[in-house]
């Protein structure tokens, strides 16, 4: 979906994905260190669930629309992250400079994806954790969520091949009910990743 598409999608007044947490995020996210990085954030509902933990957050994506909704949801619950707008295609973070990255239904065509997984390994502080969810190949056809592009979907051989130089945690498909929004909702196929940079 391209920048102009997400703008018109996060401009409506309801929150396209819902304003709470993916919940796998949750129930990981005391793996987290800060400052947290979370990539393709949208309307900030993951961000500001971590700022409310006591997390610095840095949320990126590429719309302009979901990052100020964004902002407008962190002051309704009284917390701070910090937003920037950026394509991901040319998205460079910093060596070393987090102690998490979030990577919650990012779907990335697989020649973003080589550029910018090293990128994210590289960013993460050493003990640094990356938690990410996908909707898993499996998905397609089930219409609960997520493209239909197969490319931009995920694998356990996947995040294996692509996510080099971290120690698995966790690294599964599941079926859950996902619902998360009017466009995340139902039974769905998912790839659920816990990563740790070496010490």
């Given at each position: 979906?391209?920048?102009?598409?997400?703008?018109a999608?996060?401009?409506?007044?309801?929150?396209?994905?819902g304003?709470?947490?993916?919940?796998?995020?949750?129930?990981?996210a005391?793996?987290?260190?800060?400052?947290?990085?979370?990539?393709?954030?949208?309307?900030?509902r993951?961000?500001?669930?971590?700022?409310?933990?006591?997390?610095?957050?840095?949320?990126?994506?590429?719309s302009?629309v979901?990052?100020?909704?964004?902002?407008?949801?962190a002051?309704?619950?009284?917390?701070?992250?910090?937003?920037?707008?950026?394509?991901?295609?040319?998205?460079?973070?910093e060596?070393n400079?987090?102690?998490?990255?979030?990577?919650?239904?990012?779907?990335?065509?697989?020649?973003?994806?080589?550029?910018l997984?090293?990128?994210?390994?590289?960013?993460?502080?050493?003990?640094?954790?990356?938690?990410?969810?996908?909707?898993?190949?499996?998905?397609?056809?089930?219409?609960?969520g997520g493209?239909?592009?197969?490319?931009?979907?995920?694998?356990?051989?996947k995040?294996?091949?692509e996510?080099?130089?971290?120690?698995t945690?966790?690294?599964?498909?599941?079926?859950?009910?996902?619902?998360?929004?009017?466009?995340?909702?139902?039974?769905?196929?998912?790839?659920?990743?816990?990563?740790?940079?070496?010490?």
């Open positions: 979906m391209s920048q102009p598409d997400w703008n999608r996060f401009a409506e007044t309801e929150f396209a994905y304003a709470e947490p993916n919940s796998f995020l949750v129930q990981n005391s793996w987290l260190k800060a400052p947290v990085l979370s990539i393709a954030e949208g309307e900030g993951n961000a500001v669930f971590l700022a409310a933990q006591g997390l610095n957050v840095h949320a990126v994506d590429s302009h979901g990052l100020a909704k964004a902002e407008r949801l002051a309704s619950k009284s917390v701070i992250i910090s937003t920037e707008v950026v394509d991901l295609q040319d998205f460079a973070p060596p400079a987090y102690g998490g990255a979030v990577s919650i239904y990012a779907h990335l065509p697989s020649p973003l994806r080589t550029r997984y090293p990128l994210l390994v590289k960013t993460l502080k050493p003990g640094g954790v990356l938690i990410l969810e996908s909707y898993a190949e499996n998905q397609i056809g089930r219409g609960t493209p239909s592009n197969l490319d931009l979907l995920m694998t356990c051989d995040v294996e091949r996510l080099v130089g971290l120690e945690i966790l690294l599964q498909e599941t079926e859950r009910e996902v619902i998360e929004g009017k466009f995340h909702t139902g039974l769905a196929s998912v790839i659920q990743y816990v990563g740790k940079k070496p010490i």
